[in-house]
């Protein structure tokens, strides 16, 4: 792995590489000093077009337990506002050394852009690009359900896919990078995934995705559902008709407490509810539910970190496995593995 | 092929042994701006031969001069992309002869001074016939007609009246359009997009853009606005043109219409004929384009529709744009790609190398047809003896590889970079002048503005040296 653009091209073995070592790593973040010093003298940017104050941290926390030096470039007050070219960010970003570039953009493709083009030679990692893909999300997602999943088949995570279990993502997908790259991620692991959502609100060509579609949540769950993945939905969308009210999307495909009874009766008793966060409570989900046991919302979190570590140690202590001690810690270290990377890969 | 150097003397050439239209070899002799001879070995009957300058052209097609019925020459106002000296220089190395100056310039070409500005500008620069188009609508602004009386009564004589880049959404104003340009015999080319169903449209809609999380410009977008013009245009008995058609459902409509007597016509992309959404995979923005890049499978109904004359004739959508609008996110970039000098290449790879056109048709679809739309009469002539000698005399034969870099527009966003391509114009005639020879620029056309008419149609101005 070069950079880390997106879920649709990622093999399965790379999927499962992540995750294995998102478990070491989390070992680490249970630790009193939460602290490795992998990335000792790597420089990790966080470039970040659109505001998302949770994704920059996450990322900002696994750098800096990585012992690497973190910037921010928000692109607010910046001379990105000025008019700045995403050409020009990057080549500025590359002439001060940037090992890592962690891109969030509202522009669909843009990480791609950095990785395709000699703007910038640096690891890129895309952080969310437009209605794209949000790869570290559906990373985390996986390594939530993963826990869960082998911990009820009480056999250890390492190693695993999640091969059987039954997903249902209910939402905007239309506008969800992440439900995208949960849908090539899953299926790379061996799940069993169904899209839940208003016909308005699925992209023409959606039929041709590795997934079941349904217009019904509680046929859905009447189905059988191991996870639950509720995607934010922005009230707005109602303005452009692609529901009538928050009300009736609410009623119809939100996950409320009648829902929440509804997985007690139907005898889910191991039904996990996951949602990426930022909630609209009272909208795509109810308080009782984000806040039931069966919710995984923080502890997504909790393990978005992991895989952020794990994201950045594979890309910035190159392709081989090295024990984290002895990963490059020096610059002329890190050199040497960069223009080992060079030439390009396609993606 | 083997050329002298130019004549200065004489001003005549002999084309020895070309292919006409793809068929026998025969021998042209261009003179004081005609054909002033076709035949067999005509350098052995003498007369008026003599001191012509000679061009071995055994192995070379020879076609009437294309006309583009759609080129963004982008002067006035965009210099930076490109100016009519450098795209017509680009046009005459594609194998034009003519083309068709888009509207959207800055200012508008909306008025008769703007007009008449891009054919001095044309003239000047005496590469092609440059023919402006008139907007529709002032300031492309789609609220209210623009003088298109006043364009067409110009010194630029104005035939074709397009908004193009935007649609004349509104119905009453296409209506009166389409109406109003019968007065002068024009017609009016749609860019068929209904705006609402395309708000931040970046690509086609289908499962590519399900993937890449592209806003989808779906094809009913087009087929919608072309379905609406075409019963427009049978009610009000007007000629509509129908620019870049890019989907299998508008080639439906368009049939329906011709079937049903409607006075349409309709124009393809080389792009459209060849390249699909699957490009818009890599997010490099060279492949971004409106109307969008489609599927194969409107890439086969197009090249089968160009093919059984449903559309009438290929125009480039010529679209040179600086570097700093494609290097960028592809939500950013701007839309368009450049063409004149691909043009020949993609067709003959599209349609005459998967046999389902030959070089007649060749002519029919870039040169004979246009011209026609244009109502351009000393364009897309045959090429017998007496007629104006707008000839591209091409080689088959030839394979190059696609360098934007080394073209002469200054637009370098061609999606064909790097491909390997089929023919090489190796001679442009206009007006009996090589603009072209040896593949590469020779001298423009000088015209005399004392002598010549409004229309450009007589030919009586002399071609000018170098």
Redesign the interface.
């Given at each position: 792995m070069r950079h880390l653009l997106s879920t649709e091209d990622l093999s399965l073995s790379d999927a499962v590489r992540i995750l294995d070592t998102a478990e070491e790593m989390a070992a680490v973040g249970e630790r009193e000093v939460k602290k490795l010093p992998t990335l000792r003298g790597r420089t990790v940017v966080n470039l970040f077009f659109e505001d998302s104050t949770r994704t920059r941290i996450s990322f900002e926390a696994a750098a800096k337990r990585l012992s690497a030096d973190v910037i921010n470039f928000a692109a607010k007050g910046s001379s990105v506002s000025k008019g700045e070219s995403l050409k020009d960010t990057a080549q500025t970003l590359s002439a001060m050394g940037a090992d890592a570039v962690v891109i969030r953009h509202w522009a669909s493709g843009a990480p791609h852009r950095l990785a395709a083009t000699d703007w910038i030679d640096a690891a890129v990692i895309n952080a969310g690009d437009g209605t794209h893909e949000h790869p570290t999300q559906a990373l985390l997602d996986a390594f939530t359900m993963r826990r869960h999943w082998s911990k009820l088949a009480g056999t250890p995570s390492a190693g695993a896919d999640l091969t059987g279990m039954r997903v249902a993502i209910a939402g905007d997908v239309l506008h969800s990078r992440v439900a995208r790259s949960n849908v090539w991620l899953l299926r790379t692991l061996g799940a069993e995934v169904t899209l839940v959502a208003p016909p308005t609100l699925l992209p023409i060509g959606v039929e041709k995705w590795p997934c079941t579609v349904s217009y019904d949540l509680d046929e859905t769950l009447a189905k059988g559902v191991d996870a639950m993945m509720m995607l934010r939905v922005q009230g707005e969308r109602m303005n452009a008709s692609f529901f009538p009210t928050t009300r009736e999307y609410s009623r119809r495909w939100g996950f409320d407490d009648n829902r929440l009874r509804a997985l007690d009766g139907l005898g889910l008793k191991d039904t996990i509810i996951m949602h990426p966060g930022p909630m609209n409570r009272g909208l795509e989900i109810s308080s009782a539910a984000a806040d039931s046991p069966r919710s995984t919302v923080l502890a997504q979190v909790r393990n978005g970190v992991s895989i952020r570590m794990a994201a950045l140690y594979l890309l910035l202590s190159g392709d081989t496995r090295e024990p984290a001690a002895h990963a490059g810690t020096t610059r002329f270290h890190s050199a040497e593995n960069t223009s080992a990377h060079a030439p390009k890969e396609s993606h | 092929m083997a050329s002298q150097q130019q004549d200065a003397g004489t001003g005549a050439y002999l084309i020895r042994g070309a292919a006409i239209l793809g068929g026998a070899p025969e021998d042209l002799l261009i003179r004081d701006g005609i054909i002033a001879a076709r035949g067999q070995n005509l350098s052995a009957d003498g007369s008026g031969v003599r001191n012509a300058t000679v061009i071995e052209a055994a192995g070379l097609v020879a076609l009437p001069g294309m006309v583009d019925i759609h080129t963004h020459l982008r002067e006035p106002g965009r210099e930076d992309a490109e100016t009519v000296e450098t795209g017509t220089r680009a046009a005459a190395l594609g194998g034009y002869t003519a083309v068709h100056a888009m509207a959207n310039s800055t200012p508008v070409a909306d008025t008769a001074g703007v007009v008449e500005q891009v054919l001095t500008l044309g003239r000047t620069a005496g590469w092609v016939d440059v023919r402006p188009v008139g907007a529709v609508t002032v300031g492309l602004a789609g609220e209210q007609l623009a003088e298109l009386g006043a364009m067409a009564d110009s010194r630029a004589h104005v035939r074709v009246f397009s908004d193009d880049g935007i649609c004349v959404h509104d119905p009453v104003l296409m209506r009166r359009a389409l109406e109003y340009v019968k007065a002068f015999d024009g017609v009016v080319a749609q860019h068929a997009q209904e705006p609402r169903l395309t708000a931040g449209a970046?690509m086609n809609?289908?499962?590519?853009?399900?993937?890449?999380?592209?806003?989808?410009w779906?094809a009913v977008a087009e087929e919608s606005i072309i379905a609406r013009d075409v019963l427009l245009a049978q009610h009000v008995g007007s000629r509509l043109h129908v620019c870049h058609v890019s989907t299998a459902g508008s080639v439906e409509i368009i049939r329906w219409a011709k079937s049903r007597g409607v006075n349409v016509t309709a124009e393809v992309t080389p792009h459209h004929l060849w390249l699909t959404d699957e490009l818009a995979r890599?997010?490099?923005p060279v492949y971004k384009v409106n109307p969008p890049l489609r599927t194969d499978a409107d890439v086969q109904a197009l090249r089968a529709a160009l093919a059984d004359g449903t559309i009438d004739v290929v125009g480039t959508d010529h679209a040179p744009h600086p570097s700093?609008h494609k290097?960028?996110?592809?939500?950013?970039a701007a839309m368009g790609m450049t063409g004149l000098e691909t043009a020949l290449s993609v067709v003959q790879h599209t349609m005459i190398e998967t046999g389902l056109m030959g070089w007649a048709d060749f002519a029919r679809v870039t040169s004979t047809a246009p011209a026609a739309i244009g109502r351009l009469e000393d364009q897309g002539r045959p090429l017998d003896a007496g007629e104006p000698a707008n000839v591209t005399l091409v080689d088959p034969a030839a394979r190059w590889t696609v360098d934007p870099s080394k073209m002469a527009t200054m637009g370098r966003n061609s999606p064909f970079a790097g491909r390997e391509l089929p023919g090489k114009v190796v001679a442009t005639f206009f007006k009996g002048h090589p603009t072209v020879l040896d593949g590469k620029l020779n001298t423009p056309y000088r015209w005399l503005p004392e002598t010549s008419d409004p229309a450009g149609n007589t030919g009586t101005a002399a071609a000018g040296r170098s």
């Open positions: - | 970046q809609e289908g499962e590519v853009s399900a993937v890449l999380g592209l806003t989808g779906p890599s997010y490099d700093e290097e960028c996110e592809w939500a950013q």
